[in-house]
């Protein structure tokens, strides 16, 4: 476990790094005015609506909302903790931070670290002898007769071990490690007689398997020709778990970000194929089902997902499971068919890259399309039995669709496929909905509750919106402004949540004694939604100075809204009272009406 770095320390990195050097690694920058523009790295675009203030340390997407400082920027396109963003910075700003993070002792590698690096080190030997060696001249060779072009190779830091017991063993132990850590990161294996040790992966065409952060945790091995096993993978070792692990994920990260959408295969091999025929954002499972651990991590960068498996029978139950956890999940899932019962890799062998991106790829179709023709595989439609056995499965997976034009889409389908009148379909279906629905109002309502307000967004904002927009982008600025403000609202509360848990954090903020700076009061907010109206406010905008008639309006506006909620709920208080023949109490609400008006 990484420690907690110091609040010093992370005041130092901030202050040693440009935010506008760390984004330019990764996005092309051009000056315009103060600030710098380019293509934004969280979602697709074409013109740029990506912006950088090298004088307040933040950026901002005007497009997708994204938002923060430079720890933010790396945590989010590297899918890395805030700690190790701030591990990475100092690297960059030189600011030693080992030494100074420990207390009192010199930290030692952890077990986990040295593993990974033991992987690290055999990936680039690997490589190395792949394409530099006459020793892997013929596994090269092997490989490009397989369309493995040089550039694949580097991409995939594909490599090649040679046909010998211990040349890893040796060439580990060579760089200080031992076997008992070597063995438990699957990399040797103990021999019968004791304390020897061999190589676990020989002559063997070598894949590297990364995590999510990009380590090199696991190999998978190929042999040359027709040797069995085909493939050797790692076992499942403390830094290698196959229900977390999903190959090439770190890097089609960024991929996955700007087309909004995954490619999920069934395995590595394809993932390298697809990649060659130009789909940048595939990534695959190690040979286990899918999880949850991999649903939640594709959902932190997506939730369009294209499931690419088998075309056998395994293949399409797997895509059926998968499809289920997934919109389950709140993923909208669709399916690539592979015709003539093949794997996307023999496809692309076969029919070429193109063929391949555009038809199948392209192609692809929603998952309940998919979920009719599974359910006809091994059915008779002929048969009056399973013809009924297939209409009532497909009813009762379009009623789980929440879209009503979806539902009716397939409903329309049906009807025309089987001759049968849409209006006796409609009402069937209708019977099953509301069984299913009994089930999960309560989801229902939750998801009612969402869609009224991404409505509410739609409208124009009201007056209150701008104001309290405003009044924080001069709160951000200047401290006792924001003191000011606090005193003029003791009584009244910002409207807007997301306002009102932004001052609640800068109050706080000042009050510890900072400084007003942006970029490190992003540091001081925990939650990410937060910190992009921060970046987003921070970017507005502003006069320099704001008067004290502007003051008074933006208070006024917020103010007024809140004795207009209050009134208004006073006066169905008041009617209440009046129905219950309660005189003393209407009276008495409407005293207090009169009063809340003369606070407007
Ligand atoms: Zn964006």
Redesign the pocket.
């Known amino acids: 476990m990484a420690e907690r770095i110091p609040e010093e320390i992370i005041n130092e990195i901030r202050k040693s790094v440009d935010i506008v050097d760390i984004i330019s690694e990764y996005v092309q920058l051009k000056k315009q005015g103060r600030n710098y523009f380019g293509i ?1 790295p ?2 697709s ?1 074409n013109t740029p ?2 912006s950088v203030s090298p004088e307040k340390q933040i950026f901002h ?1 005007f ?4 938002g923060g400082n430079v720890f933010s920027f790396l945590m989010d396109i590297e899918g890395i903790s805030f700690q190790e963003a701030a591990i990475r910075l100092a690297e960059k700003a030189n600011i030693p931070l080992e030494l100074k993070t420990t207390s009192s002792h010199m930290r030692l590698p952890t077990e986990t670290e040295k593993m990974m690096r033991a992987h690290e080190l055999l990936r680039q030997f690997y490589h190395h002898i792949l394409v530099n060696t006459n020793k892997g001249q013929e596994a090269l060779e092997y490989l490009q007769q397989r369309n493995f072009t040089r550039e694949i190779i580097d991409y995939f830091q594909i490599g090649y071990c040679l046909d010998e017991w211990d040349t890893s063993l040796k060439f580990l132990k060579a760089k200080g490690f031992d076997e008992d850590i070597l063995e438990k990161a699957g990399l040797i294996i103990r021999g019968e007689k004791n304390n020897t040790y061999f190589d676990r992966f020989r002559g063997r065409i070598i894949f590297p398997i990364s995590d999510y952060k990009g380590n090199t945790v696991a190999f998978s091995g190929r042999v040359l020709g027709n040797g069995q096993p085909k493939y050797l993978n790692s076992p499942e070792t403390p830094i290698f778990q196959k229900s977390q692990t999903l190959f090439n994920f770190h890097n089609a990260r960024v991929a996955i970000r700007k087309k909004q959408s995954v490619v999920l295969f069934e395995g590595f091999a394809d993932c390298i194929a697809a990649f060659s025929a130009g789909i940048e954002n595939g990534i695959g499972t190690m040979g286990t089902a899918l999880t949850e651990e991999h649903i939640h991590l594709i959902k932190r960068n997506t939730d369009q997902v294209i499931l690419c498996f088998d075309a056998d029978m395994a293949g399409q139950n797997a895509t059926l499971k998968a499809g289920e956890m997934l919109s389950n999940a709140g993923c909208v899932v669709r399916v690539a068919i592979i015709p003539d019962g093949k794997d996307p890799d023999e496809y692309i062998i076969k029919n070429g890259a193109e063929l391949f991106k555009n038809v199948v790829i392209g192609g692809s179709i929603p998952f309940m399309s998919f979920k009719m023709r599974f359910f006809r595989i091994g059915k008779n439609l002929d048969n009056e039995g399973d013809r009924l056995a297939y209409i009532e499965k497909v009813l009762e997976e379009i009623s789980k669709l929440d879209n009503a034009v979806e539902r009716d889409i397939y409903l329309r389908q049906l009807a025309e496929e089987f001759s049968l009148s849409l209006d006796a379909l409609k009402q069937q279906q209708r019977k099953i909905f509301y069984s299913i629905r009994r089930e999960t109002t309560k989801d229902n309502a939750v998801k009612q509750q969402k869609l009224s307000l991404i409505k509410q967004d739609k409208k124009l904002p009201p007056a209150y919106y701008n104001a309290e927009r405003l009044l924080i982008a001069h709160m951000l600025r200047n401290a006792s402004f924001a003191m000011k403000v606090q005193d003029a609202l003791k009584q009244v509360p910002f409207h807007i949540d997301e306002h009102q848990a932004i001052v609640t954090y800068l109050y706080a903020f000042y009050e510890d004694g900072n400084a007003p700076d942006l970029s490190n009061f992003l540091n001081f907010i925990q939650d990410q939604h937060l910190k992009n109206i921060v970046a987003e406010i921070g970017m507005m905008t502003i006069s320099e100075e704001i008067s004290d008639k502007e003051f008074k309006d933006y208070i006024k506006q917020i103010s007024n809204y809140h004795y207009k909620l209050k009134i208004e709920e006073k006066i169905e208080e008041g009617k209440k009272a009046e129905r219950e023949k309660d005189f003393i109490k209407a009276a008495e609400i409407l005293k207090e009406i009169i009063a809340l008006k003369k606070s407007l």
């Open positions: 934004c969280f979602h675009e609506s990506f997407c497009g997708c909302h994204a």
